[in-house]
Nanobody, 128 residues
Framework: QVQLVESGGGLVRAGGSLRLSCAVSGRTDSSYAMGWFRQAPGKAREFVAAISWSGGSTYYGDSVKGRFSISRGNVRNTVSIQMSSLKPEDTAVYYC?????????????????????WGQGTQVTVSS
């Protein structure tokens, strides 16, 4: 069974930085795209960023473009997101997700429905 575990959430002041990580277990390969979503109280789950299985292609949501950077680890079943210049509106529960659909090295899923497995989420709180 595929399981995802996020880590790295916490409380940070506006303008600060935080790094989230996600580790996938239960698969013997790492040929899947990975992404991050977030959900603030009372709001729909929002796409944040995604990365192809090769790590060569990425895509970001407009609200985080230029501030967040997604990457895959040397251990290919891990993904991290470096968040900089954080704003109070970045406060949310952040979820890691995996899309096991076979795709080319440039395949970067952007929609929630495309993802098959989800982590439990990690809270990020940005104070003003």
């Amino acid at each position: 069974q595929v399981q995802l575990v996020e880590s790295g959430g916490g409380l940070v002041r506006a303008g600060g930085s935080l790094r989230l990580s996600c580790a996938v277990s239960g698969r013997t390969d790492s040929s899947y795209a990975m992404g991050w979503f977030r959900q603030a109280p009372g709001k729909a789950r929002e796409f944040v960023a995604a990365i192809s299985w090769s790590g060569g292609s990425t895509y970001y949501g407009d609200s985080v473009k230029g501030r967040f950077s997604i990457s895959r680890g040397n251990v290919r079943n891990t993904v991290s997101i470096q968040m900089s210049s954080l704003k109070p509106e970045d406060t949310a529960v952040y979820y890691c997700a995996v899309d096991t659909t076979p795709g080319g090295s440039g395949y970067v899923p952007r929609f929630r429905i495309e993802y098959d497995y989800w982590g439990q989420g990690t809270q990020v709180t940005v104070s003003s």
